[in-house]
T-cell receptor, first 114, second 114 residues
Framework: AQSVTQLDSHVSVSEGTPVLLRCNYS??????LFWYVQHPNKGLQLLLK??????LVKGINGFEAEFKKSETSFHLTKPSAHMSDAAEYFC????????????FGKGTMLLVSP | DTGVSQDPRHKITKRGQNVTFRCDPI?????LYWYRQTLGQGPEFLTY????????KSRLLSDRFSAERPKGSFSTLEIQRTEQGDSAMYLC????????????FGEGSWLTVV
């Protein structure tokens, strides 16, 4: 069984300040972990993924996430927010079987103010 | 690479009617997934195909729902006798085989049942 908890439903930052979106996961085996972003009326776009290689994962648009097994966390960060980063972000845990079905968190809405 | 495409993008139907959604995956991907997303929630897994074989179905997929992938390429998701609770965005995704492979999502099909 697997699950994921996104600790904040909304995060508000000012443009140019750091972003931290928190995620904790539960999995009975070594998970694959992903962050997806969803802009309004758009599909889901992959930001980055962790698949048991380097624990610090770099993604697109300056985002990165660090896998911490001892804390069962996979927080998403960005040094400096941009207005275009305003969107909903989903932390996702993937199965380690051959089926690779994904379990999504409930999402964190990132609001960026000028 | 044309990405995952879904049709129609929006559908409004009266309660009790049948609706069908189509998904065309990325051409070389043999895995195809259907997810459902309601407002304020993350996507929830519905079903998954490996080529033409439907390998897994969620308990969310009631008897009124049926999905097919007859030739291992495009897929259809049919909802019979729609109910207001079926109103949601239906997301299709595809991926290559293998653990931890990226799953690519389409932009979704919005269903409103009135």
């Amino acid at each position: 069984a697997q699950s994921v908890t996104q600790l904040d439903s909304h995060v508000s930052v000012s443009e140019g300040t750091p972003v931290l979106l928190r995620c904790n996961y539960s999995s009975s085996y070594s998970p694959s972990l992903f962050w997806y972003v969803q802009h309004p009326n758009k599909g889901l776009q992959l930001l980055l993924k962790y698949t048991s290689a380097a624990t610090l994962v770099k993604g697109i648009n300056g985002f990165e996430a660090e896998f911490k097994k001892s804390e069962t966390s996979f927080h998403l960060t960005k040094p400096s927010a941009h207005m275009s980063d305003a969107a909903e972000y989903f932390c996702v845990v993937g199965g380690n079987s051959g089926y690779s079905t994904l379990t999504f968190g409930k999402g964190t809405m990132l609001l960026v103010s000028p | 690479d044309t990405g995952v495409s879904q049709d129609p993008r929006h559908k409004i139907t009266k309660r009790g009617q049948n609706v069908t959604f189509r998904c065309d995956p990325i051409s070389e991907h043999n895995r195809l997934y259907w997810y459902r997303q309601t407002l304020g929630q993350g996507p929830e897994f519905l079903t998954y195909f490996q080529n033409e074989a439907q390998l897994e179905k969620s308990r969310l997929l009631s008897d009124r729902f049926s999905a097919e992938r007859p030739k291992g390429s495009f897929s259809t998701l049919e909802i019979q006798r729609t109910e207001q609770g079926d109103s949601a965005m239906y997301l299709c995704a595809s991926s290559p085989s293998g653990v931890g492979n990226t799953i690519y999502f389409g932009e979704g099909s919005w269903l409103t049942v009135v």
